[in-house]
């Protein structure tokens, strides 16, 4: 089943399109500025040249997009992707396309198997419309099945499968994690996932390149407030990186109404079918947890998630003012509709006080600067590739903007949204 949805995909695919962004905003990510009323040209996959806009007629060979009070940036990368599975309402074909049609160009897949390696490789040669993907080798959690000798075999075999990373979920005894550590320093792997013995420093010490959510540093500042500063130090010069995914945490604390859940960005794109689903999990998810908690359901449930992410909130933007690489995704859940709650991720970012440019980096230049392509993609220069978000409102001056999109230029072609969606 798969392999037929590879082929399934079937957005006109051309090989290469010149395009000019004619009279557009630039708001280029990589300095906090915006650059009005630019022509940018976008040819062989990439930005050509941008110069002031001009209303001379250009050469035939370039498609124009009349971009009059429009603003481009860089595309969105989710950072902590779940691609569906076989229980999931949105499947995939439909998983990639309101990521594509929400300005998400690029996915980093925390739950990698192996199918979606032959998907991002036909992503990557243009056989396939869909955002860049990165697919991680989920690490077993059992500690029974690792010896040296089936680390090594585990770690060399992701590495010649072509794996990009290997995904930590769980469990691994010291010895072990030392044989694992050598093992991916030896194949040149990184690991990165949940943290190590939940603890934010021990994985700093194994060499993550990432730490996804938002408690191991909420544990770390909470256990000791005191070294913190020092701690963030550390994070730079290891430049180990921080997704905190609060907007599955905000769904699962249970502060929304139903209508708020039914008003979430993308909500309007997915069917009665998939919204009438996740209505039904989210009300058993709601009455379990009240059944199990009985009186303490809004005392502590509720009230502590609450002080957990006010909590959160403010050595959050701290860190981020530091200099700490923060990476920004949804992850998945119900009412985190594919791409499009990439903003409802954002908007949180907001409430910690991080700015609308800390907010941008962290969606697109961050997740470069982390895979080492900062040169290559994550924002708007000569020469970088066109893979970019088209806005009908400018998102600096207000995050929610980020949600109005007209189009995805991905591999330098144009896909309004309405065409993505229809
Ligand atoms: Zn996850």
Request: include cysteine.
């Amino acid at each position: 089943m798969r392999l037929i949805l590879l082929f399934l995909f079937s957005l006109q695919l051309s090989f290469s399109q010149n395009l000019v962004l004619q009279g557009v905003n630039v708001v280029p990510v990589n300095t906090n500025t915006i650059i009005k009323g630019c022509d940018v040209f976008i040819k062989g996959g990439k930005i050509e040249k941008i110069i002031p806009a001009s209303s001379l007629p250009y050469a035939k060979n370039y498609t124009v997009v009349d971009c009059q009070n429009k603003y481009v940036m860089p595309g969105l990368a989710d950072m902590h992707a779940h691609f569906p599975d076989e229980k999931s309402p949105i499947q995939l074909q439909e998983y990639l396309k309101l990521n594509l049609a929400a300005g998400v160009t690029t996915i980093r897949s925390m739950r990698g198997e192996e199918y979606q390696l032959a998907l991002r490789d036909s992503v990557r040669s243009q056989k396939k419309v869909a955002p860049n993907i990165y697919v991680s080798y989920v690490l077993s959690d059992k500690d029974s099945l690792w010896t040296k000798d089936s680390v090594e075999k585990i770690v060399s075999n992701a590495k010649l499968k072509k794996y990009d990373f290997l995904k930590y979920l769980g469990g691994i005894n010291a010895t072990n994690m030392n044989y694992l550590v050598e093992s991916c320093k030896k194949n040149k792997m990184s690991i990165a996932g949940h943290a190590y013995n939940r603890s934010l420093l021990r994985s700093v010490d194994a060499g993550f390149t990432s730490v996804e959510h938002y408690q191991p540093v909420l544990g770390l500042y909470m256990k000791d407030s005191l070294s913190f500063n020092k701690n963030i130090a550390l994070l730079k010069e290891k430049q180990t990186a921080l997704c905190p995914t609060l907007s599955f945490y905000h769904v699962y604390s249970f502060r929304f109404t139903n209508e708020e859940l039914l008003k979430r960005n993308g909500m309007q794109h997915v069917s009665k079918k998939v919204s009438d689903e996740w209505m039904k999990e989210y009300s058993e998810a709601v009455s379990g947890t009240q059944k199990q908690m009985g009186d303490n359901f809004e005392t502590k449930y509720k009230a502590s998630y609450q002080k957990q992410f006010s909590d959160f909130n403010r050595v959050f933007k701290k860190m981020t003012d530091d200099g700490v690489l923060m990476l920004l995704s949804p992850d998945d859940g119900f009412f985190n509709v594919p791409g499009f709650s990439m903003v409802e991720e954002m908007k949180l970012y907001k409430q910690a006080g991080l700015t609308n440019y800390q907010i941008l980096k962290a969606a697109t230049l961050n997740a470069a600067v982390y895979f080492k392509e900062d040169k290559s993609w994550g924002s708007i220069a000569v020469g970088q590739k066109a893979n970019l978000l088209l806005l009908n409102a400018n998102p600096l001056e207000n995050i929610d903007n980020v949600s109005k999109v007209e189009g995805t230029i991905l591999n330098g072609k144009y896909y309004s949204q309405k065409e993505l969606l229809k």
